[in-house]
Nanobody, 118 residues
Framework: QARLVESGGGLVQAGGSLRLSCEAF????????VHWYRQAPGNEREFVAN???????NYANSVKGRFTIFKDTGKNTVFLQMNNLRPEDTAVYYC????????????WGQGTQVTVSS
């Protein structure tokens, strides 16, 4: 069954780093885009970063210069490297694969909790 599995979340002090992983099963990231979103308690889900099939990346202003999205095609995994974390980065982070334009499909992961203490 096609699915996305996130991992790598946890508790870290402000200024620390985490690397999130989004591994695809039954899906190949050869078309479409992979996005990371996050949702803090009481807030709307917000865009964090994305990467297109050819490697183009985009970031929310709030994470530019601190977060990096990249993929390992051989492992069918997209990563989100998060450095210089701040308490306001605390949220559940979700991976999304959007291939609706090419193949009419979209998938979400289950989410992984990131907590940054001050």
């Amino acid at each position: 069954q096609a699915r996305l599995v996130e991992s790598g979340g946890g508790l870290v002090q402000a200024g620390g780093s985490l690397r999130l992983s989004c591994e695809a099963f039954g899906i190949s990231f050869t078309t479409g885009q992979v996005h990371w979103y996050r949702q803090a308690p009481g807030n709307e889900r917000e865009f964090v970063a994305n990467i297109f099939s050819r490697g183009t990346t985009n970031y929310a202003n709030s994470v530019k210069g601190r977060f990096t999205i990249f993929k390992d095609t051989g492992k069918n995994t997209v990563f989100l490297q998060m450095n210089n974390l701040r308490p306001e980065d605390t949220a559940v982070y979700y991976c999304n694969y959007d291939d609706r334009a090419m193949r009419g499909r979209e998938y979400w992961g289950q989410g992984t909790q990131v907590t940054v203490s001050s």
